[in-house]
């Protein structure tokens, strides 16, 4: 079994408030958690990226690909082709 050791970083109220918030964005439910799988990386000698890099737009085959999904899936819906759902327990039942 591993012993955990606790490491405090003195920082302003400032930083720790937009890490912490940041850390939300991208999914960890703390601070702390996004400081110990970054650093779990760091230490394992890896290179891990968490949202930290701007995705950009799409190329320009992409665009016209995923317009004309979305133009197909607008076109089925009107058309009644697709199933809707109004309540969780049909829509869950589906998924199964």
């Known amino acids: ?13 400032d930083v720790r ?3 912490e918030q940041k850390a939300r964005v991208l999914g960890f439910d703390s601070a702390q958690a ?3 799988v970054w650093a779990t990386s760091i230490a394992d000698g ?6 930290e890099d ?8 992409a665009v016209k ?4 999904l979305a133009e197909e ?14 309540i969780v327990e049909d829509f ?3 998924l199964r």
């Open 46 to 51: 890896r290179r891990i990226n968490i949202g």
């Open 17 to 19: 408030d937009k890490l």
């Open 1 to 13: 079994m591993k012993t955990s050791v606790k490491l405090q970083v003195p920082m302003d109220k």
């Open 73 to 86: 899936a607008e076109r089925d819906y009107k058309a009644g082709k697709l199933k809707g759902y109004t």
């Open 34 to 36: 996004y400081i110990r």
């Open 54 to 61: 701007d995705w950009g737009e799409p190329s320009p085959e």
């Open 65 to 68: 690909r995923l317009n004309k």
């Open 92 to 94: 869950m039942a589906d």
